[in-house]
Protein backbone atom coordinates (compact mmCIF):
# COMPACT_ATOMS: atom_id res chain seq x y z
CA UNK A 1 0.00 0.00 0.00
CA UNK A 2 1.26 3.51 -0.88
CA UNK A 3 2.01 5.91 2.10
CA UNK A 4 2.34 9.68 1.36
CA UNK A 5 3.78 11.19 4.95
CA UNK A 6 3.85 14.55 5.70
CA UNK A 7 5.56 15.42 8.69
CA UNK A 8 2.91 17.54 10.88
CA UNK A 9 -1.04 17.35 10.90
CA UNK A 10 -1.10 21.04 12.43
CA UNK A 11 1.43 23.99 12.31
CA UNK A 12 0.79 27.73 13.72
CA UNK A 13 3.12 29.85 12.80
CA UNK A 14 3.79 34.00 12.37
CA UNK A 15 4.19 35.94 9.37
CA UNK A 16 7.06 36.34 7.73
CA UNK A 17 8.58 33.12 8.98
CA UNK A 18 10.05 30.82 6.47
CA UNK A 19 7.91 27.64 6.64
CA UNK A 20 8.95 23.96 5.84
CA UNK A 21 6.51 21.25 4.86
CA UNK A 22 8.21 17.88 4.10
CA UNK A 23 6.49 15.28 2.35
CA UNK A 24 7.97 11.48 2.52
CA UNK A 25 6.63 8.48 0.22
CA UNK A 26 7.75 5.29 0.01
CA UNK A 27 6.65 3.64 -3.06
CA UNK A 28 9.86 4.69 -5.45
CA UNK A 29 7.36 7.22 -7.19
CA UNK A 30 8.91 9.37 -9.88
CA UNK A 31 5.83 12.13 -9.66
CA UNK A 32 5.41 14.25 -6.74
CA UNK A 33 3.09 17.43 -5.76
CA UNK A 34 1.66 20.19 -3.37
CA UNK A 35 -1.72 20.99 -3.55
CA UNK A 36 -3.57 23.65 -1.21
CA UNK A 37 -7.06 22.85 -0.44
CA UNK A 38 -9.37 26.24 0.27
CA UNK A 39 -12.92 26.35 0.88
CA UNK A 40 -15.24 26.78 -2.35
CA UNK A 41 -11.84 26.69 -4.51
CA UNK A 42 -11.08 22.95 -4.54
CA UNK A 43 -7.46 21.76 -4.89
CA UNK A 44 -4.81 23.98 -6.74
CA UNK A 45 -1.47 22.82 -7.91
CA UNK A 46 1.32 25.03 -6.37
CA UNK A 47 4.22 22.68 -7.62
CA UNK A 48 5.14 19.64 -8.93
CA UNK A 49 8.34 17.50 -9.73
CA UNK A 50 8.79 15.07 -12.31
CA UNK A 51 12.10 13.77 -11.33
CA UNK A 52 15.19 14.25 -8.19
CA UNK A 53 16.60 18.16 -8.52
CA UNK A 54 13.50 19.04 -11.24
CA UNK A 55 10.66 21.50 -10.60
CA UNK A 56 7.76 22.86 -12.31
CA UNK A 57 5.63 25.59 -11.02
CA UNK A 58 1.72 24.42 -10.89
CA UNK A 59 -1.09 27.18 -11.18
CA UNK A 60 -0.54 28.99 -7.71
CA UNK A 61 3.20 29.06 -7.17
CA UNK A 62 3.85 32.46 -6.09
CA UNK A 63 5.01 32.94 -2.39
CA UNK A 64 6.37 29.48 -2.31
CA UNK A 65 9.42 27.19 -3.39
CA UNK A 66 10.14 23.21 -3.46
CA UNK A 67 12.77 21.29 -3.19
CA UNK A 68 13.68 17.78 -3.96
CA UNK A 69 16.80 16.07 -3.17
CA UNK A 70 16.22 12.67 -2.79
CA UNK A 71 13.50 10.62 -4.88
CA UNK A 72 11.46 10.00 -1.98
CA UNK A 73 10.96 13.50 -0.22
CA UNK A 74 9.66 16.89 -1.87
CA UNK A 75 9.47 19.96 0.83
CA UNK A 76 6.75 22.92 0.21
CA UNK A 77 9.18 25.97 1.45
CA UNK A 78 7.06 29.32 2.50
CA UNK A 79 9.37 32.21 1.82
CA UNK A 80 8.25 34.66 3.72
CA UNK A 81 4.39 33.27 5.62
CA UNK A 82 1.68 35.03 4.99
CA UNK A 83 -1.83 34.88 6.72
CA UNK A 84 -3.44 34.38 2.86
CA UNK A 85 -1.62 31.20 2.65
CA UNK A 86 -3.32 29.88 6.02
CA UNK A 87 -4.96 26.73 4.34
CA UNK A 88 -4.85 23.02 4.24
CA UNK A 89 -1.75 21.65 2.12
CA UNK A 90 -1.85 18.66 0.55
CA UNK A 91 1.06 16.33 -0.84
CA UNK A 92 0.55 13.61 -3.77
CA UNK A 93 2.97 10.84 -5.52
CA UNK A 94 2.51 9.13 -8.65
CA UNK A 95 4.11 6.42 -10.70
CA UNK A 96 3.62 7.01 -14.81
CA UNK A 97 0.01 7.78 -15.53
CA UNK A 98 -1.87 5.71 -12.45
CA UNK A 99 -3.43 7.85 -10.18
CA UNK A 100 -2.48 10.12 -7.70
CA UNK A 101 -1.86 9.04 -3.90
CA UNK A 102 -2.05 11.68 -1.26
CA UNK A 103 -0.74 12.29 2.24
CA UNK A 104 -3.18 13.29 5.22
CA UNK A 105 -2.40 16.99 4.73
CA UNK A 106 -0.86 19.57 6.94
CA UNK A 107 -3.44 22.63 8.36
CA UNK A 108 -1.08 25.24 8.30
CA UNK A 109 -2.02 28.88 10.56
CA UNK A 110 -0.44 31.99 9.84
CA UNK A 111 -0.80 34.11 12.38
CA UNK B 1 -11.37 29.56 -15.92
CA UNK B 2 -12.94 26.38 -14.54
CA UNK B 3 -11.78 23.80 -16.64
CA UNK B 4 -13.68 20.98 -14.44
CA UNK B 5 -17.17 22.36 -13.03
CA UNK B 6 -18.86 20.34 -9.85
CA UNK B 7 -21.82 22.71 -9.50
CA UNK B 8 -23.54 21.26 -6.82
CA UNK B 9 -21.45 22.34 -3.78
CA UNK B 10 -23.37 20.06 -1.55
CA UNK B 11 -26.25 17.01 -1.90
CA UNK B 12 -27.71 15.29 0.62
CA UNK B 13 -29.66 11.94 0.00
CA UNK B 14 -31.58 8.99 2.42
CA UNK B 15 -29.12 5.54 3.23
CA UNK B 16 -30.09 2.83 0.32
CA UNK B 17 -30.83 5.42 -2.50
CA UNK B 18 -28.61 6.68 -5.32
CA UNK B 19 -26.17 9.42 -5.09
CA UNK B 20 -25.61 11.34 -8.40
CA UNK B 21 -22.37 13.27 -8.43
CA UNK B 22 -21.63 15.74 -11.82
CA UNK B 23 -18.80 16.84 -13.40
CA UNK B 24 -18.49 18.98 -16.40
CA UNK B 25 -15.48 20.01 -18.47
CA UNK B 26 -14.43 22.27 -20.71
CA UNK B 27 -11.26 21.09 -22.13
CA UNK B 28 -11.69 18.49 -25.05
CA UNK B 29 -8.12 17.20 -24.89
CA UNK B 30 -8.95 15.75 -21.34
CA UNK B 31 -8.49 11.90 -21.82
CA UNK B 32 -8.43 10.65 -18.15
CA UNK B 33 -10.83 11.37 -15.55
CA UNK B 34 -10.93 10.49 -11.51
CA UNK B 35 -13.30 10.87 -8.99
CA UNK B 36 -11.48 11.23 -5.68
CA UNK B 37 -13.62 10.68 -2.21
CA UNK B 38 -11.90 13.16 0.85
CA UNK B 39 -13.27 12.92 5.17
CA UNK B 40 -12.36 15.96 7.36
CA UNK B 41 -8.98 15.58 8.50
CA UNK B 42 -7.47 13.07 5.61
CA UNK B 43 -6.12 13.26 2.33
CA UNK B 44 -8.08 12.39 -0.50
CA UNK B 45 -8.39 9.11 -1.54
CA UNK B 46 -8.87 7.23 -5.27
CA UNK B 47 -12.31 6.04 -5.61
CA UNK B 48 -12.56 5.65 -9.57
CA UNK B 49 -11.72 6.45 -12.83
CA UNK B 50 -12.58 6.68 -16.53
CA UNK B 51 -10.71 6.59 -19.66
CA UNK B 52 -12.06 8.42 -22.54
CA UNK B 53 -12.27 5.27 -24.75
CA UNK B 54 -15.05 3.75 -22.56
CA UNK B 55 -18.51 5.64 -21.25
CA UNK B 56 -19.07 3.51 -18.05
CA UNK B 57 -17.17 1.98 -15.62
CA UNK B 58 -17.58 0.09 -12.48
CA UNK B 59 -16.36 -0.77 -9.21
CA UNK B 60 -18.96 -2.38 -6.56
CA UNK B 61 -21.16 0.11 -5.43
CA UNK B 62 -19.64 3.42 -7.98
CA UNK B 63 -20.03 3.32 -11.08
CA UNK B 64 -18.79 6.38 -13.29
CA UNK B 65 -20.46 7.33 -16.85
CA UNK B 66 -18.90 9.42 -19.26
CA UNK B 67 -20.22 11.60 -22.14
CA UNK B 68 -18.02 13.19 -24.25
CA UNK B 69 -20.27 15.02 -26.75
CA UNK B 70 -21.79 16.56 -23.63
CA UNK B 71 -18.30 16.70 -21.77
CA UNK B 72 -20.10 15.22 -18.63
CA UNK B 73 -19.54 12.62 -16.25
CA UNK B 74 -21.19 11.32 -13.60
CA UNK B 75 -20.27 9.70 -10.24
CA UNK B 76 -23.61 7.40 -9.22
CA UNK B 77 -23.45 5.24 -5.98
CA UNK B 78 -26.01 2.68 -5.31
CA UNK B 79 -27.02 2.26 -2.50
CA UNK B 80 -25.90 4.71 -0.41
CA UNK B 81 -24.17 4.55 2.66
CA UNK B 82 -23.70 6.69 5.64
CA UNK B 83 -20.35 6.18 5.51
CA UNK B 84 -19.75 7.22 2.18
CA UNK B 85 -20.99 10.90 3.21
CA UNK B 86 -17.87 13.08 1.99
CA UNK B 87 -16.50 15.73 -0.35
CA UNK B 88 -16.43 13.94 -3.76
CA UNK B 89 -13.86 15.58 -6.33
CA UNK B 90 -13.82 15.26 -9.70
CA UNK B 91 -10.40 15.77 -11.77
CA UNK B 92 -9.99 15.58 -15.39
CA UNK B 93 -5.68 15.20 -17.13
CA UNK B 94 -4.76 13.54 -20.18
CA UNK B 95 -2.00 10.83 -21.00
CA UNK B 96 0.75 10.65 -23.22
CA UNK B 97 3.28 8.00 -23.65
CA UNK B 98 2.80 6.33 -20.65
CA UNK B 99 2.98 9.74 -18.54
CA UNK B 100 0.41 11.72 -17.21
CA UNK B 101 -0.64 15.45 -17.28
CA UNK B 102 -1.24 17.86 -14.02
CA UNK B 103 -4.99 16.83 -12.95
CA UNK B 104 -7.41 19.47 -12.97
CA UNK B 105 -9.84 19.38 -9.51
CA UNK B 106 -13.49 20.39 -9.63
CA UNK B 107 -14.47 22.38 -6.35
CA UNK B 108 -15.83 19.65 -4.78
CA UNK B 109 -19.55 18.29 -3.69
CA UNK B 110 -20.13 17.39 0.03
CA UNK B 111 -22.76 14.27 0.38
CA UNK B 112 -24.37 13.31 2.98
CA UNK B 113 -25.89 10.12 3.25
CA UNK B 114 -28.82 10.26 6.17
CA UNK B 115 -29.34 6.63 7.98
Known amino acids: DVKVTQSSRYLVKRTGEKVFLECVQD?????MFWYRQDPGLGLRLIYF???????EKGDIPEGYSVSREKKERFSLILESASTNQTSMYLC??????????FGDGTRLSIL | DQQVKQNSPSLSVQEGRISILNCDYT??????FLWYKKYPAEGPTFLIS?????DKNEDGRFTVFLNKSAKHLSLHIVPSQPGDSAVYFC??????????????FGKGTKLSVKP
Open chain 1, 92 to 101: ASSAGAQPQH
Open chain 1, 27 to 31: MDHEN
Open chain 1, 49 to 55: SYDVKMK
Open chain 2, 27 to 32: NSMFDY
Open chain 2, 50 to 54: ISSIK
Open chain 2, 91 to 104: AATFNYGGSQGNLI
